[in-house]
């Protein structure tokens, strides 16, 4: 199994970034291809973006394009999510998952992914 802890979570005013970090434990990282998702008040958990286990494929929802970038350095067992140009609308609880890829696909569906972190809470203030 993998465990997946979340942090870099916070308060902080549009137009303002946050760093959202993923910490694993566990099985092999560098197995594991990365999603982060994010679940809004009174809405379903959604996308947000992907890394492929070497971190040479990223892939974006839309509304993350060009705001937002997924890294990951498998010598430290992390996956970060960078977020700048913050909007109220980005305010959510933020959950990092993995599921067992050693390929290049990127997986964009909540149920690709077999392990959980517990989520951190990003807050955008207008």
């Known amino acids: 199994q993998v465990q997946l802890v979340e942090s870099g979570g916070g308060l902080v005013q549009a137009g303002g970034s946050l760093r959202l970090s993923c910490a694993a434990s566990g099985r092999t990282f560098s197995n594991y291809a990365i999603g982060w998702f994010r679940q809004g008040p009174g809405k379903e958990r959604e996308f947000v973006a992907a890394?492929?286990?070497?971190?040479?494929?990223?892939y974006y929802v839309d509304s993350a394009e060009g705001r937002f970038t997924i890294s990951r350095d498998n010598t430290k067992n992390t996956v970060n999510l960078r977020m700048n140009s913050l909007k109220p609308e980005d305010t959510a609880v933020y959950y990092c998952?993995?599921?067992?890829?050693?390929?290049?696909?990127?997986?964009?569906?909540?149920?690709?992914?077999?392990?959980w972190g517990q989520g951190t809470q990003v807050t955008v203030s207008s």
């Open positions: 890394i492929n286990w070497s971190g040479a494929r990223t």
């Open positions: 998952a993995a599921v067992n890829s050693k390929t290049n696909r990127l997986y964009t569906g909540l149920y690709d992914y077999d392990y």
